[in-house]
């Protein structure tokens, strides 16, 4: 596939480009991920190996993509389309703190809420914002960030404040992943999990806010327990924070 960038304009010649890369693309079978480009207009459902649109101010842009703005994604981007996001910084920070460069790039939002984007955003073709280095050394995180599908069988919204909190489920094949965050306020609410089977025992892992994360946003912990249907949860985030899990 081909992941194509600044584009950057949406006038009559570069609206043609989109469809005839698009479909030239199809005829060759090669995915297509356009960045740089304007929101989704309902092509991909011409071209079904139109996977991923940027449109939107992602990642990428350092200290300026903030929770305050992302939060509100998954209810107004999202909502038109995928969305080419660029998630999963390694070297989190508070937003204040953010002083992201070329050679090291930040993510504002905790490390658990950098996770959890990961199964808040959709995008069937996702991407990672760091370095193989930075992956290598925070091996736990990489390794869920990898089993997190990017195409789903079914969704639950569990809460939902637009721009402020978001807690969402999401199955694929018999594996639930469930995926939170929350704006520059701490949040706490509690989740059922009515939603597995009823009858079975389930390995939970999750990735949570650390006791530090409102100052050290790396500052996060991993915990394993077993679940079932009737278990409910307390999921407790830190300002800009996150929670991320799976369920298996």
Known sequence: GVKIDFMDRSDQWMVSYYERVTRCAAEHRLLVDWHG????????????????????????????????????????RNAVGPMDFTPGAMLSAQPEENRSTNSN???????AYQLALYVLFEAPLQMLADSPMAYERERPSAEFI???????????????????????????GAKWYVG??????????????????AGRKFR??????????????MDYRRRVRIVDASTRIPVKMVRNGGWAAVIE
């Open 105 to 111: 790039p930040m993510g504002s939002g905790t490390r």
């Open 204 to 217: 939970m892992t999750s990735f949570e806010d650390g006791v530090n994360a409102d100052l050290q946003a």
């Open 37 to 76: 480009s304007y929101t989704p207009k309902g092509l991909f459902r011409t071209y079904p190996n139109l996977v991923n649109y940027e449109g939107v101010l992602g990642m990428e842009q350092g200290a300026r993509c903030q929770p305050e703005n992302s939060n509100l994604l998954p209810f107004i």
């Open 146 to 172: 990898a089993s997190v599908p990017t195409t789903w069988d079914e969704l639950r919204v569990l809460h939902a404040a637009c721009g402020k909190q978001l807690v969402v489920a999401r199955r694929k």
């Open 180 to 197: 939170g965050f929350t704006n520059n306020e701490p949040f706490e609410t509690e989740i059922a999990l009515d939603f597995l089977p």
